[in-house]
């Protein structure tokens, strides 16, 4: 058991391979994947009607910005870190205070943002 056991968490990526290495690295820590999905429109409905603790967000998803995702996520309450390889400068202005992973990162990394999405301490 983790600090992240229980952890229900929206992946929101449009590569494949980029959705598994995350969805493994999030249940090595002991999270549950609620979701995996690619588009804008699968990941609002999610977004605005499951039970979720955090979301990792791919900034662009097939050419469309993943930010009305986080526009739902944010104004439920729910936690959520921008996955990008973009790094800050590709957020608009209201979300430059939300945290972001560059890609690539590692288990490490992903574990260090969680942290911070969550407001807890990080555990290495």
Known sequence: MTA????????VEDEGLVALM????????????IASVARVSEASGI????????A????????????????????????????????REGL????????VLGKPFSASDLQRTMAKALDCPAID
């Open 4 to 11: 992240y056991s229980g952890i229900k968490v929206l992946i």
């Open 92 to 99: 608009p202005h209201q979300f430059t205070g939300s945290p």
């Open 47 to 54: 977004a605005a009607t499951a039970e979720i603790n955090l």
């Open 22 to 33: 995350i969805e493994d690295m999030l249940q090595d820590l002991g999270c549950e994947v």
């Open 56 to 87: 990792v967000l791919d900034i662009n998803l097939a050419g469309q910005p993943s930010f009305p995702v986080a526009e739902i996520l944010r104004d439920r309450g729910v936690p959520f870190i921008f996955s990008t390889g973009y790094g």
